[in-house]
C-alpha cells in the first residue's frame, strides 16, 4: 500500500498506538494480532480521517491492481471493529468510511471532541440542514401543526407512507424553528444504516462529537446533557425499536434536547406525540377552475417548470395534469418522478402510461436516496420492512378496487394458513407501518393508494396468486349482497342504509363483473350483481359489457334468471331501468319478449 505519512509517523488514539514504519499496532502496549490487509485498511484511514473515504479509493489502497470481491474489505472491518471498538471506523452507506477516533497528538483532529456543558454551539456551524430554505406546496398547514406540537413535546414522529412528503416537511420545521436553539438544528438519515449498532456514531458524525469509549450511546448522551438543541431523525423505520430506546434516554438526560423523527411507523415509545401525514391535496374534478391552487398540482408544475420554464397548463393540459396527480394519490414523490417525465413524454404521454407506473417512474434525482429514486425501489424498501405474513396480506389486498371493511379483507385473505383472526392482526400492522389507510372511526373502512396496489398486484403475480384472490375477491361481493338482502320484504325497494353500503361496494362490484366476464363466468357474475344492485348503473354496466363482447343472449338468459332473485330481494325496482335498457338493444328478440312478460 502507498503510504503518505511520514515513515517514522506514530499515531495515538483511545488505548491504542499506530506505528507506520514498523507495521505494528499496540493495545494497552501490546501488539495486537491483526492481519497485513486489515493494518493497512486501518492506516489508510489514519491518514485521511479529515474526510470520507469511498470504497473504491479504500479498495485501490489496500489492493493496488488487484481485483478482489467487495466482502474481502468487509471482513476485516469487521475485525477491526471487534478489536478497536464500534465507534472507531463509521460506514456511511453510499459514500464510504471514515475513521472518526480522535488521535491524542493531533493538533487538528478528525472530529471535535466533547466541551464541557456550556451552552454554546456544538461547531460553527449551528446545522446541517439545507442552506436554502425547504419549499413546501400544500403543506402550510401540516407545518404549522407539527410546529404546535413541539411547543408542548419533546418528541414528535411524523408518520406516513413512503414518498409522502416526510423529510421535506421535517426539514422546514426544523429550520424554522433553528433560532430558538443555541446549539442549533440536526439532522441525521437513518436509511443508510443496515442495522441499529452504530446508531449513536451516526448522531456523533452529524454533530462533530467523538465517542472514545466503548459505550457510545451513554458517551453521547452524556455530551448531549446540557445542550439545547433539535435533532431531526429521518427515515427510522428500519430501527424502529433503537430509535425509541435512544430518544427515550437522551429526553430523560438532557432537558434542552427535542427529537423530531420521521417514519413509516410510530416509535411507540413514551412521550411520543404523532402526527400522520396525509397526501398532497389534489381537486375532484379535472375541470376545477382552482386546480393550481392544490399543492399536488402546483408541485407538479413547479418540477415540469424546473425543467421546462416555458411549461404553463391550461385547458386539457392542465386537466391532464390534475388526472395525473389525483391517479398517484397526491403522493409528493410520484408526483415529482412523474412531471420528470414530461419533457420526454409529454403530459398525454405519462398519463396515458400510468398503468405501467412502476416502470415509467423511475427519473429520480441522482442526490436522492436510492429507496428515492424509482417509484419500484420506494415500494420495495417498505416492503422489505415486512414481516412475511405482512407480505402475504398485503399483496392479496390488490384484488380490492376503492377500498374494502375488515370483514371482508377477512373473507377473501383467509387461505392457507392465515384464518381470519390472524387477517386482523396483520392489517393492524400494515395500517401501522403507512401501507394501509384506515379511514372513519365508527366503522372504519381501508384502502390501498393506487400505486400501493399496483405493487401489491404485482406482487400477487409473482407469488402465482392472481387467479385464486380475483375469484375469491368476486365470490365475496356476491355472498356479501346475497346476504345482505335476504331479509328484506318481498316487492319492497331497499332501504336507504343498505343503498348506502352498495354504494360504497360500487368499484369492487364492477371490478367483480369485469374479471368474471372476461373470465367466461358472466351468469355467476350477473347474478351477482343482480341480486346486490341498489343502482341501475351496475346492472346497465354489466349488460353493457355482454353485449360489447357479443354476449346479448348470455346477457338475456342471466337476466331472466335473475328476475326471481330480484324480486325475492326487493331490488327489482331499482334494476328496472337496467332491463329496459337491454330489452331495447333487441327489441324483436323473443327471449326479450319473455324477459318482458316474466318482469
Known sequence: MTSRSDPESVFRFGRCELRAAERVLLVDGAPAKLGARAFDILLALVERRERVVPRPELMQLVWPRVIVEDNNLQVHMVALRKLLGPTTIATLPGRGYRFTAPLLDDAAPALAAPRPAEHSPLAVATTNLPADPVALFGRAGDAQAVVALLDGARLVTLVGP???????????????????????????????????????????????IALPGVDPRAELVAALRARQLLLLLDNCEHLIEAVGSFAQALLAAAAGVRVLTTSQEMLKTGGEQVYRLASLAVPARDDDAEALGYGAVRLFVERVRALDPSFAPAGPALAGVVDICRRLDGMALAIELAAARVPLLGVDGVRERLGERLRVLTNGSRSALPKHQTLRAAFDWSWGLLAPLDQVVFRRLGVFTGGFTMELAQTVVAADTLDAWAVLDHLGALVDKSLVVAEGAARPRYRLLETARAYALEQLGQAQETATFLRAHARAMRDLFERALAPADAGAPPDAALADRWAAERDNLRAAMEWAVAEGDASSTV????????????????????VTRGNLDEALRAAREALPRLRRAGAFFA?????????????????????????
Do not use: H, I, Y
Open 162 to 208: 413512503g414518498g409522502v412528503g416526510k423529510t421535506r416537511l421535517a426539514q422546514a420545521v426544523a429550520q424554522q424553528l433553528a433560532p430558538r436553539f443555541a446549539d442549533g438544528v440536526w439532522q441525521v438519515d437513518l436509511a443508510p444504516l443496515a442495522e441499529p449498532g452504530p446508531l449513536p456514531a451516526a448522531v456523533a458524525l452529524a454533530l462533530g
Open 527 to 546: 347474478m351477482a350483481l343482480s341480486t346486490a344492485s341498489a343502482s341501475s348503473s351496475f346492472m346497465a354496466g354489466l349488460m353493457r359489457a355482454l
Open 575 to 599: 334494476c328496472a331501468p337496467a332491463f329496459a335498457w337491454l330489452l331495447a338493444c333487441r327489441r324483436q328478440d323473443a327471449a326479450a319478449a319473455q324477459l318482458l312478460g316474466a318482469a
